[in-house]
């Protein structure tokens, strides 16, 4: 079982940063992927950013040369540097790992970023 926990969302500006970190634990020797993902109320939940085990990444359109993400595999941890805030980045952030061997999709609970304009 894998758990994820993430951090750092809060209220920010317009224009301005946040980073966002997901903490993993429990086994996940298989993992493979880990990923952001955000959504609002009324809407889909989408992929902002993934990284593989290769350290090939992708990221949606929509935060291309604003997002970044990184991560830490000592301490377990991947990130997510959002730069250059929009009020439309606001949503629920949600981190995800994917299992290949299990093809299982593990989420955090999510942490609120909201975008002030």
């Known amino acids: 079982q894998v758990q994820l926990v993430e951090s750092g969302g809060g209220l920010v500006q317009a224009g301005g940063s946040l980073r966002l970190s997901c903490a993993r634990s429990g086994s996940g020797f298989s993992i493979n992927r880990m990923g952001w993902y955000r959504q609002v109320p009324g809407k889909q939940r989408e992929s902002v950013a993934r990284?593989?085990?290769?350290?090939?990444?992708y990221y949606a359109d929509s935060v291309k040369g604003r997002f970044t993400i990184s991560r830490d595999n000592a301490k377990n941890t991947v990130y997510l540097q959002m730069n250059s805030l929009k009020p439309e980045d606001t949503a629920v952030y949600y981190c995800?790992?994917?299992?290949?061997?299990?093809?299982?999709?593990?989420w955090g609970k999510g942490t609120l970023v909201t975008v002030a304009s």
């Open positions: 995800n790992a994917f299992d290949v061997q299990g093809g299982v999709d593990y």
């Open positions: 990284i593989w085990s290769s350290g090939s990444t």
